[in-house]
Every structure is written in C-alpha cells, then in structure tokens.
C-alpha cells in the first residue's frame, strides 16, 4: 500500500474542508475531547469529514474512535497502543478498514508488527509542543532502525516535524510525514499546506 509523502493531521471537519481543495489527498481527523456527549460529536465530525472526503477524492483516517471509524465505514482508523487493548481488529479488516498503529519503543512496534498493520507510526519525531509526551524524541537514527525492521509497511514520521525537516525526515526512511502544528499553527495554514504538497511531490 502506498500511502501519500505527507499529510495534515487536524482537530475539525472545518479544518478538513479548509485543507482538501488545495489538493490533500489524505487526512487524519484526530479530536480529543472530555465532553459527556464526545461520541456523538465525533460521529458527526467523521461524517463531515468522510463527506468532504469523497466530495474531494480523498481518504480520511480516523484517530483512536475505531468503533466509529467501523461503523461509518471509514477508509482508515489510526490506533494508539491503548485502542489496541479494546480494538476489534478482526472486525475492521473485515470491513476492509485500514489500520494504521503508534509506536514509540520496540515492544510496541513488535505488538504492532504481530496485527500486520496497514502502516507504522513512530514519533516524536522532535519535540513538539502539541502535547505533552511521555517520550523523548525519537530522532532520525530511529527513522532509520524502524524502517529496516519493518521492510515494506509504509512508515509514518510524526511529531514536531516542519518543511525545513522533512527531507531529513524522508532519507532517514520515512514513507510519509504527518504534520500537525506546521500547517494548523502557521499565520497562514492554506499557503503552508500547499508549500508541504509541494515538497512532498518532488
């Protein structure tokens, strides 16, 4: 499976319907919310999102809500260590969900490898400032470690990750780079979006 060199990773279907027309082919929907009501925001938002999505001839991949990213028959649902313990992997590949896994230490990556995911996830990358993370930087000597072990499963470089960063990103052995904070935070994400598909197209 190939997966494009790089892509947003954003909070809202506003965000998506911001992004797609400047050419995204592929984006993450990733909401962390704490309200009583969290799942029925979530559907909707997925159901914007996928709409836009097809509206657009792109993917959508939804983070950690698998039973939801399940029932709206979503093109993929990325999954953190912690959804492996509930997730019902049998039931999104037979749904032909595609799963994508985080990884941040071997053991992960050996768990993830034992699911024969779609693609690895490994990050941070560099620090970041999105949240607050138990891990330090992974490094671009990590890139290259996790590509050799995991062969042809597309990998994804995440965290902290900027288009001055990104060739170091792919020739450490990155197939693909999820970016977050460059483009979300950037004082104009749509010119920001278009110099990452840019970059990412040559």
Not at 96 to 117: C, F, K, N, Y
Request: charged share 20%; proline share 5%.
């Amino acid at each position: 499976m190939n997966l494009p060199r790089c892509y947003p990773v954003v909070d809202s279907s506003t965000w998506i319907a911001r992004l797609l027309p400047l050419g995204v082919k592929l984006v993450q929907l990733r909401i962390k919310t704490q309200a009583a009501q969290a799942e029925s925001i979530v559907r909707t938002e997925i159901r914007i999102a996928k709409s836009l999505c097809r509206n657009h001839g792109a993917q959508l991949i939804v983070n950690d809500y698998w039973q939801l990213a399940l029932d709206e028959q979503c093109d993929f649902v990325h999954l953190g260590q912690s959804d492996l313990d509930t997730a019902d992997i049998t039931a999104l590949r037979n749904a032909s969900v595609r799963i994508g896994i985080s990884t941040h230490d071997h053991a992960e990556l050996e768990r993830a490898l034992s699911l024969q995911p779609d693609y690895i996830a490994l990050g941070p990358i560099y620090p970041t400032t999105l949240k607050q993370m138990p891990w330090a930087p992974q490094g671009l000597t990590r890139v290259t470690s996790w590509k050799k072990r995991i062969g042809p499963i597309p990998l994804v470089a995440i965290g902290g990750l900027t288009l001055e960063r990104l060739q170091g990103v792919f020739t450490a052995g990155a197939d693909s780079a999820a970016v977050v904070s460059d483009i979300v935070n950037h004082i104009n994400p749509e010119a920001r979006t278009q110099a990452w598909l840019v970059a990412c197209a040559v």
